[in-house]
């Protein structure tokens, strides 16, 4: 079963400040999905990283995919309190029936 | 904008007792998921559901627990006799295609 290492697990940062948070796999992954989820909702889909060395660039978040496509980031830029929230990686199963296998997610805080 | 719809947000059960969780799936969607998140833990896929039949299921998916889509337009997961551990948030997703799914606002289950 693959799995997915996300770090750190907490982070609480001030209001404009920049932070990077990490999501690894021991084994390659053909595409991985970056979600975000606030406290009562569900997971809310960020972006979807396909091809190795990939960036993309949401707003104020870049995500970039690994070279060797075991590894992603996500890295905010003057984050905000709004920004506050559970950040999940996750890469869809190999059975093709559109699984979801999440890491454990990074729980982020802005303060104002 | 079209959205996945959860009821109840919140059902509190009693141990043993049969609980059914209501998930309306966006309308044109085909591929339908559960998944739970225990308190603190990750999100953890339980079963998915295309064309009438379950295509997928976890370890976590045993025999107390069924899915049905009754009408064409609900989509429900039931919990024959509930365990104190069954205590999580369930959400339901959906998806137009394999690699894209919306999750619903969940519902936290709390069994007593």
């Known amino acids: 079963t693959q799995l997915l290492e996300q770090s750190p697990q907490f982070l609480s940062i001030q209001e404009g400040e920049n932070l990077t948070v990490y999501c690894n796999s021991s084994?390659?992954?053909?595409?991985l999905q970056w979600y975000r989820q606030e406290p009562g909702e569900g997971p809310v889909l960020l972006v979807t990283v396909v091809t190795g060395g990939e960036v993309k660039k949401l707003k104020r978040l870049t995500f970039q995919f690994g070279d060797a496509r075991k590894d992603s980031s996500l890295h905010i830029t003057a984050a905000q309190p709004g920004d506050t929230g559970l950040y999940l990686c996750a890469l869809r199963g190999s059975s093709n029936t559109g699984k979801l296998i999440f890491g454990q997610g990074t729980t982020l805080q802005v303060k104002p | 904008e079209p959205e996945v719809t959860q009821t109840p947000s919140h059902q509190v059960t009693q141990m043993g007792q049969e609980v059914i969780l209501r998930c309306v799936p966006i309308?044109?969607?085909?591929?339908f998921y559960w998944y739970r998140q225990i308190l603190g833990q990750k999100v953890e896929f339980l079963v998915s559901?295309?064309?009438?039949?379950?295509?997928?299921k976890s370890e976590i998916f045993d025999d107390q627990f069924s899915v049905e889509r009754p009408d064409g337009s609900n989509f429900t997961l039931k919990i024959r006799s509930t365990k104190l551990e069954d205590s999580a948030m369930y959400f339901c997703a959906s998806g137009p295609l394999i690699r894209f799914s919306v999750f619903g606002p969940g519902t936290r289950l709390t069994v007593l």
């Open positions: 084994s390659v992954f053909s595409s």
């Open positions: 559901f295309y064309n009438n039949e379950i295509s997928e």
């Open positions: 309308s044109n969607h085909l591929y």
